[in-house]
């Protein structure tokens, strides 16, 4: 058990603080939770001396100067080496895959290629957000076994498959022939603050969310906006 261990869970989305008391209640540890950036330094670091520093959903550049001094783990939603890169969640379900292994790896200067603490499955059914709300429970579940195992890294084993970050403009169904494919577009970028999935004619720009799929058809809430030139009218 992690008995008397500091330990610090750096995230900005909100989910992951609701799991503060859980872990500290099945781990014995103390957990200082950081939300912003200007928090993540070497020295704010230092003053703590944690055990491990966990990046459950960090959009920022985690320095050098932090990740060589402590012992930072981060998480990622494919079965590495498969799928390092960008857009994991959106680059698994274009492809047609349904289950997926969160991973917990050591943070090192080369993306996505740490060592690995463990990994566990995770379902990739229903609506981005969704699947974000269940990812965020797998980590707390996997920071807990973590701390109280004492889980010793191993090197990832495997075919590196590395995947490009999507655009916005990725999300395009304009030119898809297949439902499944389409609802699969609309829900994979169902998510708050992602650039929805869309369709565009000459005069008008459609966002789709919350799709379900029918037999032989689609049913989504969508946004219709009218185009000016290239820039859609809010």
């Not at 003053?47 to 981060?74: A, G, L, T």
């Not at 957000?129 to 004492?150: C, G, Q």
């Not at 494919?181 to 929805?196: N, T, V």
Request: glycine share 6%; hydrophobic share 35%.
């Amino acid at each position: 058990m992690g008995k008397n261990m500091l330990n610090i869970i750096v995230s900005n989305k909100k989910w992951h603080k609701n799991y503060i008391n859980e872990i500290e209640t099945q781990t014995n540890a103390t957990i200082i939770y950081i939300d912003n950036e200007l928090l993540l330094t070497y020295e704010n670091l230092k003053k703590y001396s944690p055990k491990y520093v966990f990046f459950p959903h960090w959009s920022n550049i985690i320095s050098e100067e932090i990740y060589k001094n402590f012992e930072c783990v981060i998480f990622h939603m494919t079965d590495l080496p498969f799928g390092r890169g960008g857009s994991p969640l959106q680059n698994l379900i274009a492809r047609g895959i349904y289950e997926t292994k969160l991973a917990a790896l050591r943070c090192e200067k080369e993306l996505d290629a740490g060592d690995i603490y463990l990994k566990m499955p995770l379902s990739l059914q229903g609506a981005a957000e969704e699947i974000y709300l269940r990812a965020a429970d797998l980590t707390k579940d996997m920071m807990i076994e973590i701390i109280n195992k004492n889980l010793q890294p191993k090197k990832q084993e495997g075919e590196v498959v590395t995947f490009e970050r999507r655009k916005p403009e990725d999300g395009d169904i304009g030119n898809l022939q297949d439902l499944q494919k389409i609802f699969d577009y609309i829900r994979m970028l169902d998510a708050d603050s992602y650039p929805r999935a869309f369709l565009s004619t000459e005069n008008l720009h459609l966002e789709f969310e919350r799709a379900t799929l029918k037999h032989g058809y689609i049913k989504a809430d969508v946004k219709i906006a009218l185009r000016i030139g290239n820039n859609e009218k809010k």
